[in-house]
């Protein structure tokens, strides 16, 4: 009510200085900002005061996907030596999936690197770097395969990566309840604080819900993700 007398007094007040002194340049920018001011003055008075909370939701999933990469290198001074080394190493590896209980489709070979050394001193002159991939939704084979690649090594399979991620690919099937359970969460936390402040909580005026940040539960089980989202809440105080 002030901010609304005290911006009818002030266009009184330009008014009169536009009619008296005719800097009716100086009163009309005047004028805009004057109603500028007003109009502010009255969406800030119907907006009142608010509260800003945040609710947290983590969740604990299992790993619905693996991607094993595996790398070896093979070097020759015979082109064709060097062909049939790759060769052989990749029948390995593709065997020894496919043993485990892995299908041949979900097994990848990527282009063949090959690069000649023309070094005087080089111990080889051809030298060739072969990365496969193995796609599968078969976690706990991965997990219980990849204690066994020592067999590579009695075929003569040397790699020189050997590695696996895991993930999880079906956030949408966890994402509204632990939307719902972040939400509730943060309006707890605005009643809360409704309550030992003397307001009343009125209705949510901003919402974001957050973003969804999938981590390794831990560095022993990496097959095991921790789904966490903060959603942010601005509810209104009366």
């Not at 093979?74 to 065997?95: G, R, T």
């Not at 399979?157 to 999880?168: A, H, P, Y």
């Amino acid at each position: 009510m002030l901010v609304s007398i005290f911006s009818l007094c002030y266009y009184v007040y330009i008014m009169e200085n536009i009619k008296n002194h005719g800097g009716w340049v100086v009163g009309l920018v005047l004028l805009v900002f004057s109603a500028i001011f007003f109009l502010a003055a009255q969406n800030f008075s119907k907006q009142g005061s608010y509260v800003e909370v945040k609710g947290l939701s983590e969740k604990i999933v299992k790993a619905d996907v693996a991607i094993w990469s595996m790398n070896f290198e093979v070097k020759s001074n015979n082109i064709d030596v060097l062909y049939a080394d790759i060769n052989k190493n990749i029948s390995s590896i593709n065997s020894f999936l496919v043993e485990k209980g892995f299908e041949a489709s979900e097994i990848n070979v990527a282009p063949v690197n090959i690069y000649q050394d023309t070094y005087k001193d080089a111990l080889f002159r051809y030298n060739a770097n072969v990365q496969l991939s193995l796609y599968t939704k078969k976690v706990d084979l991965v997990k219980s395969a990849s204690k066994d690649t020592l067999l590579l090594v009695k075929k003569g399979v040397t790699l020189n990566q050997n590695s696996i991620e895991f993930q999880f690919s079906d956030i949408n099937s966890v994402k509204p309840e632990m939307l719902a359970e972040a939400i509730k969460n943060a309006r707890d936390a605005a009643t809360q604080f409704a309550t030992e402040s003397g307001s009343k909580l009125g209705s949510v005026a901003r919402g974001n819900q957050g973003v969804f940040d999938i981590t390794d539960k831990d560095p022993g089980s990496p097959e095991f993700k921790k789904i966490r989202v903060v959603s942010t809440l601005r509810f209104l105080i009366n």
